[in-house]
C-alpha cells in the first residue's frame, strides 16, 4: 500500500491523480491533501478521501473549513494553512509518495521539504526542474530517492530509458506538438492574436501553458526539465515536431537503436505510471495501435520560435538564468492575455530579461524565491518601457 | 573479450557479423566458423580471422580447402566438414557466443547442441524458433542462458520488453512492411507474378524470404518465433502493416504504454546489439528522428494475405503444424519460382498440407527432421495433384 499526498489537489493534475487512486483501492490510500483556494472541491475531496491533513491557502478559509467538515462528520482530518501547511502535507510522517502538482513557484518549498523528508515524489511542478532543478536534484540523489516525471515527455523519456544504462544513452529525443503556429508563415507572427494563441490542437490546457505551447517556451522548459531530471547536457536533449502528440518522446542510444513511447493523451497514464513505479499496474488505458494511421515529424525552426532557443540558452548557463526564463515568461505571458504586449513581445521580453541576469547558482529555495522576483521585476519594467515600441506592444 | 563462432559464416548474416566483428577487435573474437559450399569465401574468411576451426559442407572440400590454408600459411586452422563439422564450431570449448545464420533446418542440430554446451546464442535462423522451437527454447530456458534474437523485429521486442517485466506485457506488436501487394487489390492476387513477388519495397533479401514477405507469411513465422522466443501465446502477438519499416516492432504494458524501437534498416544493429548484450555499444549506424517524417500504419488484411492467418492456426495448435508450416511453405515457394504453381497455389499448398499434418510435439531434432520431410513429401504431392487445378497451378 502506497500512502499518497497530493501536492496541489484542486487542480487539474491532483483531480487526475484522485481518479486514478480511486481505481486501485488496494494498492494506494490518500494520507494528506494540499489544496488552493478551491475550498468547495476541498471540502468535497476531503470527505471522499478522508485525509489525515487536509492545507488550504489562508488561515481563515481552514478554520471555516475544518468547522463545517466536523459539522460533516469529518473531523478527524486535521485543516491547516499557508506554506508552513503545504509543507506538512508534503512532510507528514505516514506519506511514501508526494505528488507535486501545485503550479509556479508556491510549490518549491513543499517539494524540496519532501524531497529532503526521503519521499517518493511524482512530479508535475515545472518549476521544481526549471527555477529550482539544481537544488531539488541533488537532495533527491543524495537521499537516492528517484524523481518520476509526471508529465507525457519526461514520463515517455523515464519509460525508454529503461531501454539501457544513462551512460549508453546518446541523446533524448522530446517531441513536440509543433502548437497552433506551425505551419503559420514568420511574417504572420508578429500580428498573432490571444485567441489564436489559445487555440491549441491536441491538449486542452491552462491558459499560460497554452501560451508557452504556442511560442514553444512549454518545450524550452521541458529542455530544461530533462536535463536536470536525467542529468545529461542541453546539447544532447533535442526537439522534434510531432504534430499528432502519439509518440511521447524518445531516447536514442549509442548502438544506434531508439526506443519511442506511445500512449493515449490522458495524464492519468503518467500518474498511474509514476505512482506504481518500479511496477506497472493495468489499466483501461488503451491505445489502438491499429488507429496509428500516419505519424508526422519534422525540426522545429527555431527562428519562428525564439522562446525554444532561449531556453537552450538558459539551460547552457543555468542558475539564475534558468529562474529567469520561467519568471519573465509568465510575466511576459501575463501581459500578452492582457493585451499589453505582442506575441512576439512574449521572448523580446524574456531575452531582455536574460541579458540582465546571471548564472549564479541558487543555494537555497528562498534564493531561488529571491532570483525569481528578480526577474519578473525586471520583465515588468521592460514591458512598461516598451508600451511604445511597436515590436513589443501589441497593436491597438 | 566475447569469443564467437558463426554458423553460416559466408551467408548475409555471417558476412554483416563479421563486419560488425572487425570494428571492436578489443572486444570480439571469432574463434569458429562453419560455412557451406562458398569455399573461396570461406577461404578468404579463414585467411582474415584465423580461427581456431573451419567447417564446410563436404569432406573432400574440406581437404583440399585444409591443404590450401596450409600452403597459404594458415595452417592452424582445422578444417573439418559436415553435420559433425558444424556442431564441433558450434560446440568450441573456447566459444562464448554462437550466431545461428545457417538458413533452414541445416542449422537446427548444431543450434540445439550449441544451447545444450551453455552458449550464449545469436538467432538468426527462422527454423530454430517456427519448427524446433519448443525442444530449443526449453533447453535454453534449462541453461539459463538467453536466446537474442537477430533480425530487426525480435530484436526490437526484444529491446522494448526491457521496459516492464514479462508479467507487465499486455501484447506484442510487430511490423510488417506489407510486402509489394499492400495495395493491390484482391482480385489481382491469382494473377502475380513471379518478377512482381520478388521485388520487395524496402529490405534486399533473398529470394524465398522475399516471397515470404510477399504473401505475409514471413510474418507468420516471425509470430512463432516470438511466440516461442517470448512465451507469449499467439492471440496475444499482433501484427501492424508498417510500409516504412522504420518501427522494427512494439510492446504494449498492462497500464496502456507502448514502447517502440527505431532504427536504421541495417542488419548490423541487432546483430551488434545481440552480440554487445546486456550492454549497448557504440556504432555509427545512426538513424537520423528529424528525417523519420511520415510513418504510417494499417492493420493487415489476412482475406488478401491467406498464409497469415494460417501461420497463427499452426502457432495455435504447435508442434508438428509449426514444421509443416515451414516445410511446406518452402517447397510452395521453389514451385512457384520454377514456375509450376500460381502465387494463391503458395497458401492452398500449405493449407493443404497443414490439414493432414498432426499437432504432435517432436521429441528431438530428428524427429522435427522427420516431420520436416513428411510434409515437404505431403507438399510435393499435393503440388503434383493438382497441375491442372487453375486455383492452384500457375497459368501458362
Not at 127 to 144: P, S
Not at 297 to 312: G, I, N, Q, S, T
Not at 314 to 322: D, I, L, N, P, V
Amino acid at each position: 500500500m502506497k500512502r499518497i499526498a497530493i501536492l496541489g489537489s484542486t487542480g487539474s493534475i491532483g483531480c487526475s491523480t484522485l481518479k486514478v487512486v480511486e481505481g486501485y483501492p488496494e494498492r494506494f490510500a490518500v494520507v494528506a491533501l494540499a489544496a488552493g483556494s478551491n475550498l468547495e472541491l476541498a471540502f468535497k475531496q476531503t470527505l471522499r478521501w478522508r485525509p489525515k491533513l487536509l492545507s488550504v491557502a489562508h488561515e481563515d478559509a481552514a478554520a471555516a473549513l475544518g468547522k463545517r467538515l466536523r459539522e460533516a462528520g469529518a473531523g478527524e482530518t486535521e485543516v491547516v494553512w499557508g506554506t508552513a501547511g503545504t509543507v506538512a502535507v508534503a512532510t507528514h510522517s505516514q506519506v511514501d509518495f508526494v505528488v507535486s502538482a501545485i503550479v509556479g513557484v508556491a510549490g518549491l518549498e513543499a517539494t524540496y521539504e519532501a524531497v529532503r523528508a526521503g519521499k517518493q515524489i511524482g512530479l508535475a511542478n515545472k518549476e521544481c526542474l526549471v527555477a529550482a532543478g539544481e537544488l531539488i536534484t541533488a537532495e533527491a540523489r543524495r537521499q537516492g530517492k528517484p524523481l518520476l516525471p509526471i508529465d507525457s515527455e519526461h514520463n515517455a523519456v523515464h519509460q525508454c530509458l529503461r531501454g539501457g544504462r544513462m551512460d549508453e544513452v546518446k541523446q533524448v529525443w522530446l517531441t513536440a506538438s509543433g502548437g497552433p503556429f506551425l505551419q503559420t508563415p514568420r511574417e504572420e507572427f508578429a500580428s498573432i492574436t490571444i485567441a489564436q494563441a489559445l487555440n491549441h490542437p491536441t491538449w486542452k490546457m491552462g491558459r499560460r501553458i497554452t501560451i508557452d505551447s504556442a511560442t514553444l517556451m512549454n518545450k524550452g522548459f521541458e529542455v530544461i526539465e530533462a536535463v536536470r531530471l536525467f542529468n545529461i547536457p542541453p546539447s544532447r536533449i533535442r526537439v522534434v515536431v510531432h504534430p499528432q502528440s502519439t509518440v511521447h518522446s524518445m531516447v536514442e542510444f549509442v548502438d544506434g537503436s531508439i526506443l519511442a513511447q506511445v500512449s493515449v493523451t490522458d495524464m492519468r497514464l503518467p500518474i498511474l505510471y509514476a505512482l506504481a513505479w518500479p511496477e506497472r499496474i493495468a489499466s483501461d488505458l488503451r491505445f489502438d495501435v491499429l488507429s496509428l494511421k500516419h505519424l508526422d515529424f519534422c525540426a522545429p525552426d527555431l527562428e519562428k520560435f525564439p522562446c525554444l532557443r532561449l531556453a537552450y540558452e538558459a539551460a547552457e548557463a543555468g542558475g539564475a538564468k534558468t529562474v529567469a526564463l520561467n519568471a519573465a515568461d509568465e510575466v511576459a505571458v501575463v501581459a500578452f492575455l492582457e493585451g499589453k504586449i505582442a506575441f512576439l513581445g512574449i521572448p523580446a521580453t524574456i531575452q531582455a530579461v536574460l541579458n540582465e541576469t546571471s548564472a549564479r547558482k541558487p543555494e537555497s529555495i528562498s534564493d531561488v524565491l529571491g532570483m525569481d522576483s528578480e526577474a519578473r521585476e525586471l520583465a515588468r519594467r521592460f514591458i512598461d518601457g516598451h508600451s511604445s515600441d511597436s515590436r513589443v506592444a501589441a497593436t491597438k
